[in-house]
């Protein structure tokens, strides 16, 4: 059994900042992959921003580019998403996703969270 849970969220101004965490737990192998995605009232949810494991690479949503940035902390399997010059589109529930090799059943995982709540206000 994995689990991921997010952390971080609020409500702060347009032109502030907030640092969101997602924690990994669990009978983990290996995280291939951990995510942000989001979900704004009355849409889809979308990609925010991704690291990979193997390889450090990252990728970000157009709109967020100079603005998050995505980190891990490998020993403790975290990620951050340190979001700085928000905007009120930035408005929406973020949720971490992982990509997890667990241990018992040795098998990969795609596991999500519950979702932290960020507003911006204007």
């Known amino acids: 059994q994995v689990q991921v849970v997010e952390s971080g969220g609020g409500l702060v101004q347009a032109g502030g900042s907030l640092n969101l965490s997602c924690a990994a737990s669990?009978?983990?192998?290996?995280?291939?992959?951990m995510d942000w995605y989001r979900q704004a009232p009355g849409k889809q949810r979308e990609f925010v921003a991704d690291?990979?494991?193997?390889?450090?690479?990252?990728n970000y949503l157009d709109s967020v580019k100079g603005r998050f940035t995505i980190s891990r902390d490998y020993a403790k399997n975290t990620v951050h998403l340190q979001m700085t010059s928000l905007k009120p589109e930035d408005t929406a529930v973020y949720y971490c996703?992982?990509?997890?090799?667990?241990?018992?059943?040795?098998?990969?995982?795609?596991?999500w969270g519950q979702g932290t709540l960020v507003i911006v206000s204007s």
């Open positions: 669990g009978s983990i192998f290996k995280i291939n992959r």
């Open positions: 996703n992982a990509g997890i090799v667990t241990i018992s059943p040795y098998t990969y995982q795609e596991v």
């Open positions: 690291i990979t494991t193997s390889n450090g690479r990252i």
